[in-house]
């Protein structure tokens, strides 16, 4: 197998893979839109805190709202948004533990309350087809599994 041929790949997009929960994020974004909009244009004038609030909002979200794309490498990660590509080494990582909706890569060797700003968040695509093989590449990888 090349270098240049990912040994394992597949894409997440949750606002697709989750209608209920997308209709009910959507819902409470309206919501809060209008309750910002009374808040910050009809009370304190001031619509700039109103778009900047929504823009903060939006962004934070961002990963839900777009698919994402996981090809994984004989040496290294490769993590695709939309105009955005991160690029990590297995080296770079201690650890792994499953999460939720996927698995936690962790620069610690044990897990960590840092590891939601340091370390690397997999998603998993609505099927979970990929799992088992995915786990055995970490394991060959990464080694520990916490």
């Known amino acids: 197998m090349s270098n240049n041929e990912p ?67 004989e040496n290294r990660i490769e993590i695709h948004y939309w105009f955005i590509k991160v690029e990590k080494f297995y080296s770079d990582f201690g650890c792994f533990y499953a999460d939720k909706k996927g698995v936690m890569l962790s620069t610690f060797k044990m897990h960590r309350r840092l590891d939601a700003f340091r370390g690397q968040s997999i998603r998993f695509s609505k099927s979970k087809s990929e799992k088992e093989e995915f786990f055995k590449l970490l394991k060959e990888k990464i080694g520990k599994k916490v």
């Open 7 to 73: 040994k394992l790949s597949w894409t997440s997009h949750p606002l697709k893979d989750y209608p209920l929960t997308s209709v009910l994020l959507l819902l409470f974004m309206i919501i809060l839109a209008f309750g910002l909009w009374k808040i910050a244009v009809v009370m304190w004038e001031m619509p700039l805190f109103y778009y900047l609030g929504l823009a903060i909002l939006f962004f934070s979200l961002i990963s839900y709202f777009i698919p994402t794309r996981y090809a994984f490498y």
